[in-house]
């Protein structure tokens, strides 16, 4: 569908719901009510108990605010991008959402999203946020999102594997290069028992979409690009692309620095037990894996290095915003509760988590004083964003790309050519 389609779609949804329905399914109270009802979807379970901080932040707010009546929903990660588009065409969105920084575009395109530009302009908020993190919730010169949390990816290691090989830590001032890393991998990669199998392995990844993630700063890196400036043309299989997707490709393939169960690897959570487990001695990921990764007590020590870089410096920047219906019939509401959630003084909600305020003043605030989060920290200069109007379905076609690699063996310059072909043809619809 086209985006003019969906567009048109979804707009005339939402004005047929106006005429048959007295009152919105997103939480909307009468306009009599003394009180106005503000629903949330948040995903991770940041909402599961009463001890959680959003949940805590929730019972501050309607304190101070009497007149609103907050309500949280936590909602599966997996799957909400598509519960966001259905809902909306059918009018039962929750007021407030909580997504993926990569989204607000895409969503913003279906027309789904409020611009809040008005609002953060009023609420002197534009300038509390980190201009970079903005450049991922904006759609023709509009803004859709409020960046919450923020993220850079890093190369988390086993500190104790390294030591046990004799090799020297990862710099904190000169980040590997490809080949350096490479070298690295294979030292980590070893049979430790004498039985001809591997049981060690120099690095991890996931698969699928996952691997299309992780293989995106090394894009980046290598000076190539998913879209041209223009956004006319998928340049990924540039001669740049290419060689980024056959190295990154070839750790598995041909250098076997990777185990082969990485096939498997779907979600973090297996990346991350591979790693608990000693299977594997580095992986990339971002700062949210640290409380998960001290949580589980491992027995060894771990550390965090820069990513590696080749012809520039690259990292993967995320993190999450929250945005507003466009169905909404609360919005200012709305935006009030999206406005208290990021403010100074709670920014302690996000910390709590364990994650990165996306607020200009958050590296200097009292809650960074952790070693490793310093780390994640001072990759944010070389943070790129791969938000665009097709940014969902460029991850799942570069992510079937690198399962034709891993699983069939298939060549990966073919393999790329064919992705960046249906990669095409979905922008080419998305501009009609």
């Known amino acids: 569908m086209s985006k003019r389609n969906i567009v ?104 789904i999203l409020e611009p809040v530009d008005g609002y953060l302009k009023q609420s002197g908020k534009i300038d509390e946020i980190n201009t970079s993190a903005f450049k991922s919730s904006s759609y023709e010169g509009n803004i859709y999102a409020v960046p919450w949390m923020s993220d850079a990816t890093a190369l988390i290691y086993n500190k104790t594997m390294f030591e046990e090989a004799g090799l020297p830590l990862p710099s904190l ?82 250098h076997k620095v990777v185990p082969p169960g990485a096939v498997g690897y779907d979600r973090w959570d297996d990346v991350r037990n591979a790693f608990l487990g000693k299977r594997i001695a580095m992986y990339i990921a971002g700062d949210w894996e640290l409380d998960p990764l001290r949580s589980a007590e491992p027995d060894f020590e771990f550390a965090v290095a820069p990513h590696p870089m080749q012809k520039r410096r690259a990292v993967s920047m995320g993190g999450s915003s929250l945005v507003i219906s466009a169905g909404s019939r609360v919005k200012d509401a709305a935006y009030k509760w999206i406005d208290f959630l990021t403010d100074r003084e709670r920014m302690w909600v996000v910390f709590d988590y364990g994650r990165f305020s996306s607020r200009v003043d958050a590296a200097d605030s009292e809650f960074v004083n952790d070693p490793l989060l310093k780390v994640f920290l001072r990759e944010f200069p070389y943070g790129i964003n791969h938000a665009s109007v097709i940014g969902d379905h460029s991850r799942t076609e570069l992510g079937i790309a690198f399962e034709e690699v891993f699983v069939n063996n298939r060549d990966p310059l073919a393999a790329l050519d064919d992705a960046a072909v249906r990669m095409q043809a979905q922008l080419d619809e998305v501009r009609r």
Not at 75 to 102: N, Q
Not at 175 to 195: E, H, I, M, Q, R
Not at 223 to 249: L, M
Request: hydrophobic fraction near 45%; proline fraction near 4%.
């Open 8 to 111: 048109v779609c979804v707009l005339t949804c939402m004005m047929l719901l106006l005429f048959i329905s007295p009152m919105s399914a997103a939480g909307q109270e009468e306009e009599t009510s003394s009180v106005t009802t503000v629903t949330m979807w948040v995903y991770d379970e940041m909402a599961a108990g009463d001890e959680l901080a959003l949940v805590k932040a929730q019972q501050e707010f309607m304190e101070l605010n009497p007149d609103i009546d907050v309500r949280i929903e936590n909602t599966p990660h997996r799957g909400l991008m598509e519960k966001i588009i259905t809902s909306s065409m059918s009018g039962v969105a929750a007021d407030v959402i909580h997504v993926a920084t990569t989204w607000p575009v895409e969503l913003a395109a279906m027309g």
């Open 173 to 254: 001032e000169k980040p590997y290069n490809w080949d350096s890393f490479l070298k690295v991998a294979k030292a980590l990669t070893k049979d430790l028992d004498g039985d001809g199998r591997i049981d060690q392995y120099g690095f991890g990844i996931r698969s699928g979409r996952g691997a299309s993630y992780g293989w995106f700063p090394f894009l980046i890196a290598n000076g190539g690009q998913i879209i041209s400036d223009d956004g006319k043309k998928i340049v990924v299989n540039s001669p740049e692309g290419q060689e980024a997707f056959k190295w990154f490709a070839e750790l598995f393939t041909v």
